[in-house]
């Protein structure tokens, strides 16, 4: 069988308490009428001397005293219940709230009965705010996590994170700030929300800026608005939303810029979840700003020690010397033409740069050869773009040259090497560099042949029909 489980007095309800109370002091009273209603329903009169008239009335009294003290007991604790809920209130509540909160002509009840209906609300907006902080968070996190995978340079990355943080915060305006080499100046690297307003070049000098607090305490810091106008050098054309909310992009000891995010466009200032978040953010940005640094500096290196071989292959035909140089300027020329970005332009000049590299696997006697090629040495000479492609793919930072490298013999016809590819599958770069290349080749000196001139050179190119893509060969007569 089941216990039952007894409760003392004390840990009790208020309305228990109140039933026993009532019943016991409620006894006496009612046991004295009921003596006075015997003794006329059965004698016909009421009959009491004096002392049991005494007796009568000091048992009332006791009875309605007790009932008083224990009755009062109760309601002070209730009292006393509103009173420290009143006064929890006020630890998050402004005076004028307090004033419109403690009405004076209620009663305890009625402010005991706000008092916990203010509670709840305010328990269910935190509740709400946290769920919403999760929300951003995870929200934050997948878009980095899905943007890291996919973005080729620190760039595109910051973009990312910036456009992400000031979204996920409701923020107008988003900024990240890097310091300058001497520490003295933060320089705009990257915006998001300021169409329309000038961000490139844009430089403060840190002890004139809104964010000399966040670097100077290396923490993140809300801060109001504030009049720092007047102290910002004439060039700059960036207005400052408030509050704005800061955190430095801190690398150990190291502080390398500022995030920012200005302005909100929901609730009236950022919270301390938000102020950890972006606190938590910049330190992941600063590590990555760390690590794209070191692996630029290792891929330049390999990229210029790469360019180095090339020349020196290059070297040893002297009638191919200058053809690299050549080719990147016609490649970049073209590409400017067509309106490539300047991400692509950079990209085909530095494939170009090293595209024949891969001729460091041909034999001298082939490179040099002065009349045309037989099978089997064409068949040594079409294997240079793959060796040219394996020799960059180990470097990440160059893995968006390999198509170029690897592909610019490729015909849109599939008569080219080394895969065969035809039309879609042959990128538009890859169709530059391969036009640049030919055109060169067509105008330089050969030891089976004399250089062509421009007319002549463009054609050839004409008579090659859709092996090569006509529209580009149309830009080349424009730009050469």
């Not at 990312?160 to 003295?184: H, P």
Request: proline letters at 4%; charged letters at 25%.
């Amino acid at each position: 069988m089941k216990k039952l489980k007894l409760k003392s007095f004390e840990e009790s309800s208020i309305l228990v308490k109140f039933n026993i109370f009532f019943f016991l002091f409620a006894i006496i009273p009612l046991c004295v009428l009921m003596y006075l209603y015997y003794q006329l329903k059965v004698e016909g009169e009421i009959s009491l001397s004096p002392e049991d008239l005494n007796t009568a009335l000091i048992i009332v009294v006791l009875g309605v005293v007790s009932g008083y003290v224990a009755m009062r007991a109760l309601l002070k604790n209730l009292i006393d219940i509103t009173s420290v809920n009143a006064e929890r209130l006020r630890s998050y509540m402004d005076p004028q709230q307090i004033q419109q909160f403690l009405k004076g002509d209620e009663n305890e009840i009625a402010v005991l009965t706000r008092a916990f209906r203010e509670i709840t609300s305010r328990l269910e907006d935190n509740v709400q705010n946290l769920e919403l902080t999760k929300k951003t968070l995870h929200s934050v996190l997948t878009r980095v996590g899905h943007g890291i995978s996919h973005l080729r340079n620190i760039d595109t990355f910051l973009d990312l994170i910036v456009e992400t943080t000031t979204e996920a915060l409701s923020g107008r305006k988003g900024l990240l700030f890097l310091l300058d080499e001497e520490k003295k100046n933060l320089c705009l690297k990257t915006a998001h929300g300021m169409a329309g307003e000038k961000i490139e070049k844009t430089i403060f000098p840190i002890e004139k800026s809104p964010f000399a607090p966040v670097l100077y305490a290396r923490t993140a810091l809300i801060i109001p608005k504030m009049q720092y106008s007047e102290n910002l050098t004439p060039s700059n054309d960036i207005h400052f939303d408030y509050p704005m909310i800061c955190a430095p992009l801190l690398l150990k000891d190291k502080v390398l810029g500022v995030i920012a995010v200005s302005g909100r466009k929901m609730g009236s200032t950022f919270q301390e979840e938000e102020m950890s978040l972006l606190f938590n953010l910049a330190s992941q940005t600063a590590v990555a700003l760390e690590n794209a640094s070191l692996s630029a500096d290792a891929g330049k290196t390999y990229f210029e020690t790469l360019s180095a071989l090339a020349m020196a292959v290059e070297a040893k035909d002297p009638y191919s010397r200058g053809h690299l140089d050549r080719v990147a300027k016609i490649s970049v020329a073209i590409a400017l033409d067509l309106g490539l970005s300047p991400e692509e332009v950079g990209d085909l000049r530095d494939a170009a740069r090293i595209h024949d590299v891969g001729k460091i696997g041909v034999t001298d006697d082939v490179l040099s050869k002065p009349a045309p090629l037989s099978d089997q040495e064409w068949v040594m000479m079409k294997r240079h773009p793959e060796i040219g492609e394996s020799i960059i793919r180990p470097v990440s930072s160059l893995k968006q040259l390999c198509d170029m490298v690897r592909h610019h013999h490729e015909k849109l016809d599939g008569s080219g090497y080394p895969d065969g590819l035809k039309e879609a599958d042959i990128s538009r770069s890859v169709r530059i560099l391969a036009i640049a290349d030919i055109y060169d080749a067509l105008t330089t000196d050969r030891p089976y042949r004399k250089a062509m001139l421009h007319a002549q050179a463009m054609k050839t190119m004409r008579d090659m029909g859709n092996k090569i893509d006509q529209s580009i060969v149309d830009t080349v007569e424009r730009v050469m």
